[in-house]
């Protein structure tokens, strides 16, 4: 399975709300568990570039590591690597 990530601020939030409008230990238990996400630690995850988006991808071709490994690499758009550049905004 894919693991999903998620905004825990903006559901630490939502928590706090739901604990606003409920009354008793409801409320405690949703204060304690916005306070929990907020002491997770963050996943450890790098933002990718895909391909399509990369400055160095061409004709089915990633021009850098062409270049870099002297070797023909084909890609598919949705492929990624580690020498991946997004392109300049047109």
Do not use: W
């Not at 606003?20 to 997770?40: C, I, Q, R, S």
């Not at 790098?46 to 850098?64: E, G, L, N, S, T």
């Not at 590591?65 to 758009?77: N, W």
């Amino acid at each position: 399975m894919m693991a999903k990530y998620i905004d825990a601020d903006k559901l630490a939030d939502m928590l706090n709300a739901k604990g606003d409008m409920a009354v008793g230990t409801p409320a405690k238990v949703f204060y304690h568990v916005a306070n929990m996400l907020k002491n997770l630690p963050p996943a450890d995850v790098v933002a990718v570039v895909r391909c399509k988006d990369c400055k160095y991808y061409a004709d089915k071709q990633c021009k850098k590591i062409h270049f870099i490994a002297r070797d023909l690499h084909i890609k598919q758009d949705n492929d990624f690597c580690s020498y991946g550049e997004r392109k300049e905004d047109e």
